[in-house]
């Protein structure tokens, strides 16, 4: 191929690549969430304005990311930001996984099995468990549902 063909087809399969690497992630938007974890039974309308603001500060509403690595070496998954060191396992030698699950499925779009585990996670701990709601969310947190229609 020609200089121009090889790079034309270079640019190609990148983006090819990009839009199969992103296709199984999802940024959702405020009022989306809220109404996505009050369905799924994660809160009521009463406090769904903390989680909506703890997902923001966790992972701006994305559920691709991962964050890490921690001061532990451990690594946070999902829209919830959930710990692989306590909560979720990346191998077979997983330390605790309280969860039950596998990491990576919390990397997907699909966030029934991240609400199951932060509903643990919340049972146990409350929102103290997550440093993005203790150091941006305690105190009124109702602009993060205005206009949604709750």
């Known amino acids: 191929p020609q200089p121009e063909e090889s790079t034309m087809l270079k640019l190609a399969v990148v983006l090819v690549l990009g839009l199969v690497c992103t296709a199984h992630a999802k940024t959702f938007g405020r009022c989306e969430l809220a109404r996505k974890l009050i369905e799924l039974g994660l809160t009521s309308r009463n406090e769904v304005s903390d989680w909506v603001c703890l997902v923001e500060h966790e992972s701006s509403y994305r559920t691709h990311v991962k964050g890490g690595p921690n001061w532990n070496g451990s690594y946070d998954w999902g829209l919830f930001q959930i710990n692989d060191y306590y909560w979720c396992h990346v191998s ?51 602009s993060f549902i205005s206009g949604c229609g709750l």
């Open 92 to 142: 077979t030698n997983a330390a605790h996984n309280d969860c039950g699950i596998n990491c990576s499925n919390l990397l997907d779009n699909s966030i029934e099995d991240d609400v199951r585990c932060a509903k643990i996670i919340y049972n146990r701990h409350g929102f103290n468990a997550w440093y993005g709601w203790i150091n941006n969310c305690q105190g009124d947190t109702s």
